[in-house]
């Protein structure tokens, strides 16, 4: 037997029992005639005593020979410690060694193997079995499991079967690139990995499986922005015979199930949003609304004067900071300076000091009087002391550009809880979205959307006006899920594909086998897909998701530890008829 217990598990009350323990060198402190070593793993920290009067000179001397991080087992006796630590559970008791087995020697660490290590990034990734010892690494991936299995159980009391997918298919268009696979078998031929099971889950509708879902991995090649990772998991589902209601009702379900289980939190209903209601009064189709600075806009009070800046623009807004008005003039021009830097891109900035006696002080008072800058104030809610901070331009520019600056002040001034969770669904997603690069229209969701049945005739005048079935789930200001009900009649996904640019010999090609489903009774439905690493990180109060993966990639899409990607041989290459030029 390699140990009897654990080392979070003894207390007073096993005084005196003889036990086996095993695990890592945590820490030696060597007093001469007396050593104590932390014997560490995933459930605590126990305390070993090695005294020469009490043991023997042989044993202290082994003991002196440790170093941090050897996996050793000891037998001995458990006794009541002189100075108790009561900042551990076990802080009572010390084991009295009596033997001690070096199991495997460790070379000395690359960086501490403690709650706050002095490894940085690189390094922690590069050893990141190492770093999955330390605590705050090792509690994320437990949190997460126990995230995952009340996933789990609420689906499954609610009738809904896990069901595998395959990983090796042909593209699922999710708006990334696909990572492809060589087939060795059929040369010339490559898998894709999924994006996402979408297809194979409205096959599963159609083979009658009602319910679905599944803790599944998906696979994009994009460009990685911060904080996010080529591969990642997603809680997949999938149901039959619902309307949208059904769906947001659901998983409204399950999200509240996990905020109740996992942080004790009850929220009654999840409020509800349209996306141009969210653009419009946050410019983001996630809003944080954990906190207030609505927009206001300010067309109507602020153009029209002799402000050519604002005469020009399609949009004026505006959002108003609590207590800004404490700003120096250094931190406006710093502000100032924030919101032109190229990552949020606006042009300028106009302020209005709202003043504790009702004036205000404008850096456009040439160009309007008290009475306009108060009628702001209403526009934008702003209260006394407070500092308005205005926007101009095309629209589809501006708004992400002051909700980033609305996103910022959040964060300096605090507002951003992460013990506060304020969900919130937002509907009703335009079917399309204009693509600049490739002049034409991208589903916004994926090709699969119905579009809403009083939209359709929209397809040929305006499709940008086209409202979907579809629908997001945002957290804190994060999309943790979305989805849609989707198209289940061949002729209308056929006019999809259309729209999309499609011919209808490329259409059949790569979805004719969901088309031909469609053929044999599918039955109506929808669904959608949460990020289970986002949503894991959220739950757990933080927002990096890498913290939540067991091995992560950095943000080069690279894996440090195992490091790949990688070349493989000449042979290889051969044998799956590929060659490479660089
Ligand atoms: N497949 C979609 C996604 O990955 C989710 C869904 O529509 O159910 O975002």
């Avoid at 390094?123 to 190492?130: A, E, Q, T, V």
């Avoid at 949003?273 to 602020?302: C, H, Q, S, W």
């Avoid at 937002?426 to 204009?434: A, G, K, R």
């Avoid at 940008?464 to 989707?486: F, Q």
Wanted: aromatic share 10%.
């Amino acid at each position: 037997m390699y140990r009897t217990h654990s080392n979070g598990e003894l207390r007073l009350e096993n005084l005196g029992e003889q036990v086996i323990l095993a695990g890592w060198v945590q820490k030696i402190r060597d007093k001469g005639f007396m050593v104590w070593v932390d014997l560490r793993d995933r459930y605590g920290i126990t305390q070993l005593i090695f005294d020469e009067d009490r043991t023997s000179k042989v044993l202290i001397e082994q003991a002196k020979a440790l170093g941090r991080e050897f996996v050793i087992q000891v037998k001995g006796e458990v006794i009541e410690r002189v100075s108790k630590n009561k900042n551990i559970p076990t802080g009572e008791i010390e084991i009295l060694v009596k033997e001690l087995k070096i199991l495997n020697k460790s070379e000395v660490p690359p960086f501490t193997i403690e709650d706050k290590t002095d490894g940085g990034d690189e390094l922690r990734m590069k050893y990141r079995y190492l770093d999955i010892r330390r605590n705050p690494v090792k509690n994320n991936l437990i949190f997460r499991h126990k995230v995952a299995m009340e996933v789990r159980k609420y689906l499954s009391d609610e009738g809904f079967i896990e069901v595998e997918t395959p990983v090796l298919i042909k593209s699922t268009p999710e708006g990334a690139r696909d990572f492809v696979v060589p087939s060795r078998m059929n040369k010339g031929q490559f898998y894709a990995l999924p994006q996402s099971p979408q297809t194979f889950k409205q096959l599963l509708m159609v083979g009658g499986m009602d319910k679905y879902f599944q803790i599944v991995k998906c696979f994009r090649d994009e460009d990685l922005r911060a904080d996010r990772q080529p591969e990642f998991t997603q809680i997949d589902c999938e149901m039959a015979f619902v309307e949208q209601e059904d769906i947001l009702n659901t998983f409204e379900g399950l999200t509240k199930h996990l905020l109740k289980e996992i942080k004790g939190i009850d929220i009654d209903k999840f409020p509800r949003m349209t996306y141009n209601e969210a653009m419009k009064r946050y410019g983001n189709d996630k809003p944080d609304i954990r906190f207030g600075m609505e927009f206001g806009e300010l067309n109507e009070v602020a153009k029209h004067k002799d402000f050519g800046v604002f005469n020009n623009a399609e949009l004026v807004v505006g959002i108003a900071v609590p207590g800004g008005n404490s700003y120096s003039r250094k931190d406006i021009d710093k502000l100032i300076e924030w919101v032109k830097r190229p990552q949020v891109g606006a042009l300028g900035m106009v302020y209005v000091r709202c003043n504790e006696d009702g004036s205000f002080k404008s850096s456009v008072d040439k160009f309007y009087n008290q009475n306009d800058l108060a009628n702001w104030a209403k526009v934008t809610n702003a209260k006394a002391g407070d500092l308005i901070c205005v926007l101009s331009g095309t629209a589809t520019k501006v708004r992400p550009q002051l909700s980033a600056l609305r996103m910022e002040m959040a964060t300096r001034l605090g507002l951003r809880n992460p013990k506060e969770f304020a969900p919130l669904w937002i509907t009703d997603f335009p079917l399309l979205e204009w693509d600049e690069e490739t002049e034409r229209y991208h589903a916004m969701h994926h090709p699969f959307t119905s579009p809403k049945i009083e939209d359709i005739e929209l397809l040929d005048t305006n499709p940008g006006k086209v409202r979907a079935n579809a629908y997001d789930l945002v957290l804190n200001g994060n999309e943790i899920g979305g989805g849609s009900i989707r198209i289940h009649d061949k002729k209308m996904q056929a006019l999809m594909f259309k729209h999309l640019g499609f011919t209808p010999e490329k259409a059949t090609e790569q979805f004719g086998f969901l088309m031909n489903a469609f053929e044999y009774g599918a039955p109506p439905h929808g669904g959608l897909a949460f990020g289970l690493d986002r949503l894991v990180a959220i739950l757990g109060g933080q927002e990096t998701i890498r913290d939540f993966i067991a091995f992560p990639k950095n943000n080069k899409g690279r894996d440090v530890m195992i490091d790949a990607p990688s070349a493989i041989d000449e042979e290889q290459l051969k044998e799956l008829n590929l060659k490479i030029n660089l």
